[in-house]
């Protein structure tokens, strides 16, 4: 059974950074495509960033520059580096895994619990 668990949020001030794990368990990592998501109250979920299995990525519009997603294959890890945060980055941050590669649409398969993050001005 795939199990993804999310760490690493928490309150900052605008302008600081954070960085996100996620640990995954139960199935090949390595061969899943991964990805963060993000959902603020009465908002639609969002992508913000992807990889795909050979490391290549995509980003958000609103988070390129300042977010950078990685994926350590050998400790069945994604994380997400934010750095410059902003009190609209405010939201539950899920990470979300597929055998198919999905992009940033938030149609992902398997999807941890969520971390919340919190920026305030």
């Known amino acids: 059974q795939v199990h993804l668990v999310e760490s690493g949020g928490g309150s900052v001030q605008a302008g600081g950074s954070l960085r996100l794990s996620c640990v995954g368990s139960?199935?090949?990592?390595?061969?899943?495509?991964m990805g963060w998501f993000r959902q603020a109250p009465g908002k639609e979920r969002e992508g913000v960033a992807v990889?795909?299995?050979?490391?290549?990525?995509t980003y958000a519009d609103s988070v390129k520059g300042r977010f950078t997603i990685s994926r350590d294959n050998g400790k069945n890890t994604l994380y997400l580096q934010m750095n410059n945060l902003k009190p609209e980055d405010t939201a539950m941050y899920y990470c979300?895994?597929?055998?198919?590669?999905?992009?940033?649409?938030?149609?992902?398969?398997?999807w941890g619990q969520g971390t919340q993050v919190t920026v305030s001005s």
């Open positions: 979300a895994a597929d055998g198919y590669w999905r992009g940033l649409v938030p149609d992902y398969r398997y």
């Open positions: 990889i795909r299995i050979g490391g290549a990525t």
């Open positions: 139960g199935y090949t990592y390595s061969t899943y495509y």
